[in-house]
């Protein structure tokens, strides 16, 4: 029986779950598609900003639509093939939703971005300016998932401090490996 069709003790059809009563590890999923999301949304503004004489603002705002898109729908098949390689069967429709609910929130990292070469795109900004406030928003964006992942951490603050620097390196490591790839 699905969860929606599920009924209490008394009777009472449940409600469908809130965001606040999912799972410690559906919120944990959900939180890495949007990491992964702001990483690939960096990377294509990161590219756009530097061919940027070659770029329309119309051509940009698609580009990061589409590449955002596409790592959501690229984390929805993966959770699907996962889940049929070590289940050896089909999510179930409640299953099928909750890959939904996780791959989906990714596509929330490029809200404001979006925002931002829109309003380019219709001659409110420059593009050049637009990349770069797209590309702070999501580097923003990862230092304060860093820096709430590390401070909810019981340790030292000597030791957040470090693990904080680390998370920072490695995300810079990420954006300079990703420019590579680009040949930039």
Do not use: C
Request: proline letters at 3%; hydrophobic letters at 55%.
């Amino acid at each position: 029986m699905n969860e929606a069709a599920a009924s209490d003790a008394a009777g009472r059809p449940r409600r469908r779950p809130r965001r606040t009563d999912r799972s410690v590890d559906e919120q944990a999923e959900a939180l890495k598609e949007r990491v992964y999301a702001t990483f690939t949304g960096l990377a294509i503004v990161l590219v756009q900003h530097a061919n940027v004489e070659h770029v329309s603002a119309t051509r940009a705002t698609l580009t990061l639509l589409v590449g955002i898109v596409a790592i959501t729908a690229a984390g929805f098949v993966a959770d699907i093939v996962a889940h049929l390689a070590v289940h050896a069967a089909f999510p179930e429709r409640d299953e099928l939703g909750r890959m939904l609910r996780i791959s989906g929130s990714a596509i929330a990292s490029a809200g404001v971005p979006l925002i931002l070469l829109a309003l380019a795109a219709f001659g409110v900004f420059e593009l050049e300016g637009a990349l770069r406030a797209a590309s702070i928003v999501y580097l923003v964006t990862l230092g304060l998932i860093g820096y709430v992942a590390v401070r909810r951490t019981r340790a030292p603050w000597w030791k957040q401090l470090l693990g904080l620097g680390a998370l920072v390196a490695l995300g810079l490591a990420v954006v300079v490996l990703q420019q590579l790839a680009h040949g930039h």
